[in-house]
T-cell receptor, first 113, second 117 residues
């Protein structure tokens, strides 16, 4: 009954450091997404994937990288962290069917200082 | 280009009254889906309701209904009989079909709803 699992839940990074946000889903969903949500704002799509080995840029991809080697996992890599990347990051997954909702992880609160 | 617009940053409603949250969208695809999500202060994303572009009837789920006007490209959420627990952020989202959008789902900026006792 896990759904979408994100780790870590909280992280503080120093400027210039790198880190990987982990995301795993156990629902055999083809589609996976990474969003960021700045305080009081909506969700902005960073990257998405329609299946293993296939990824594409979203609205705000700069400063991030992703990979999708398996159906279950969709890690998000931050290289050279900047204060502008301070945000809450959500991973989500959904099935192929148009009428199915996205299932979200609990989010990762990242602060870059 | 794919776009979702929510023009109401904040809304107030009296408990037990109905409220409408606005959402307009832009897409060149004929096949798309529209979603509403609720985000309480705890931060999780809760799916509320879905409307497909080819659905002729407005979607309903309990106290939630979607006023879908395809020609105007609007998909407003109506919450009936508001409850204190409805106080939250509400997001409209759109997922495109097999067009240039590539199945991605994008979100609007959200509307914060405050329910008054």
């Amino acid at each position: 009954n896990a759904g979408v699992t994100q780790t870590p839940k909280f992280r503080i990074l120093k400027i210039g450091q790198s880190m990987t946000l982990q995301c795993a889903q156990d629902m055999n969903h083809n589609y996976m997404y990474w969003y960021r949500q700045d305080p009081g704002m909506g969700l902005k799509l960073i990257y998405y994937s329609v299946g293993a080995g296939i990824t594409d840029k979203g609205e705000v991809p700069n400063g991030y990288n992703v990979s999708r080697s398996t159906t279950e996992d969709f890690p998000l890599r931050l290289e050279l962290a900047a204060p502008s990347q301070t945000s809450v990051y959500f991973c989500a997954s959904s099935s192929r069917a148009m009428n199915t909702e996205a299932f979200f992880g609990q989010g990762t609160r990242l602060t870059v200082v | 280009a794919q776009k979702i617009t929510q023009t109401q940053p904040g809304m107030f409603v009296q408990e037990k009254e109905a409220v409408t949250l606005d959402c307009t969208y832009d897409t060149s695809d004929q096949s798309y889906g529209l979603f509403w999500y609720k985000q309480p202060s705890s931060g999780e994303m809760i799916f509320l309701i879905y409307q497909g572009s080819y659905d002729e009837q407005n979607a309903t789920e309990g106290r939630y209904s979607l006023n879908f006007q395809k020609a105007r490209k609007s998909a407003n959420l109506v919450i009936s009989a508001s409850q204190l627990g409805d106080s939250a952020m509400y997001f409209c989202a759109m997922r495109e079909g097999r067009g240039t959008g590539g199945f991605k789902t994008i979100f609007g900026a959200g509307t914060r709803l405050f329910v008054k006792a």
